[in-house]
């Protein structure tokens, strides 16, 4: 074999093996079915914000949202924040955390239930749902 072919067939298994690496990695990101513990009870009061943060994966296009509309009598959505794991833990198709963040309007109790989705894919059942049981107490 000449030096020639040689170099070529080196950059042909490079460019392979940069590809399956690529493609392994947003496999490894794919969100796993049963990672978040369900049913968890949050207490929160009266006129202050709590959050929630869950493990998430853009890069992939998965997102949480509401699976259910809330009891907006009791708690409403604030804001949903995605945040990227630090520069040096970044990697194609890795995870990051997104951060829900409500305000506890009055007491009582109510769930708040959420899913792991893909938006576009509207026949597709949720990677992961989860759910919280929220008990707002009166501000002292």
């Known amino acids: 074999m000449t030096i020639h072919r040689i170099s070529t067939v080196c950059r042909r298994l490079l460019a392979n093996s940069v590809v399956a690496v690529a493609v392994a990695g947003l496999f490894a990101g794919h969100p796993a079915r049963a990672a978040e513990k369900t049913d968890s009870v949050i207490e929160a009061t009266a006129?202050?914000?709590?959050?929630?943060?869950?493990?998430?994966?853009r890069s992939c296009?998965?997102?949480?949202?509401?699976?259910?509309?809330?009891?907006?009598?009791?708690?409403?959505?604030?804001?949903?924040?995605?945040?990227?794991p630090p520069q040096e833990f970044?990697?194609?198709?890795?995870?990051?955390?997104?951060?829900?963040?409500f305000k506890a309007l009055k007491s009582?109790?109510?769930?708040?239930?959420?899913?792991?989705?893909?938006?576009w894919q509207k026949d597709?059942?949720?990677?992961?749902?989860?759910?919280?049981?929220?008990?707002?107490k009166a501000e002292k």
């Not at 998965?62 to 924040?81: R, S």
């Not at 009582?108 to 938006?119: A, C, D, N, R, S």
Request: with cysteine; glycine share 8%.
């Open 90 to 101: 970044r990697r194609i198709g890795g995870p990051g955390t997104e951060v829900l963040t």
């Open 124 to 136: 597709k059942a949720p990677a992961t749902p989860t759910s919280f049981s929220v008990v707002v």
């Open 47 to 57: 006129g202050k914000e709590f959050t929630i943060s869950l493990k998430s994966n």
């Open 108 to 119: 009582g109790k109510t769930t708040i239930e959420l899913e792991h989705v893909q938006p």
């Open 61 to 84: 296009g998965y997102c949480w949202q509401l699976a259910k509309p809330l009891d907006e009598t009791i708690v409403m959505l604030v804001k949903n924040d995605y945040q990227s």
